[in-house]
């Protein structure tokens, strides 16, 4: 069982930065790959960025070239630099892991991040 924590979550004004980071419990994290999700009411969760355990990254067409992902595998943690913000990022931000691409085996509990206009 891995456990993961996110944090970093927030309000901003659109123009805005945020860093959200997520902390992996247990060892072995180097191996797998780990991704941002984000859900708003009424929709479906929608991924946004994920790392392999190469470091290869890969982002959804809406935050590409504004969001970055990036693994501190000495720390176990993720983070996820999120620049320019708008008010369409609005949502619940959930960190996911796994041996898979996207990852979906281990859930974060989420982070809000609020991006007003």
């Known amino acids: 069982q891995v456990q993961l924590v996110e944090s970093g979550g927030g309000s901003v004004q659109a123009g805005g930065s945020l860093r959200l980071s997520c902390a992996a419990s247990?060892?072995?994290?180097?191996?797998?790959?780990m991704g941002w999700y984000r859900q708003t009411p009424g929709k479906q969760r929608e991924l946004v960025a994920t790392i392999t355990g190469g470091s290869r990254t890969d982002y959804a067409a809406s935050v590409k070239g504004r969001f970055t992902i990036s693994r501190d595998n000495a720390k176990n943690t993720i983070y996820l630099q999120m620049n320019n913000l708008k008010p369409e990022d609005t949502a619940v931000y959930y960190c996911?892991?796994?041996?898979?691409?996207?990852?979906?085996?281990?859930w974060g509990q989420g982070t809000q991040v609020t991006v007003s206009s």
């Open positions: 996911a892991s796994g041996l898979t691409t996207p990852p979906n085996t281990y």
């Open positions: 247990r060892g072995g994290f180097s191996i797998i790959t």
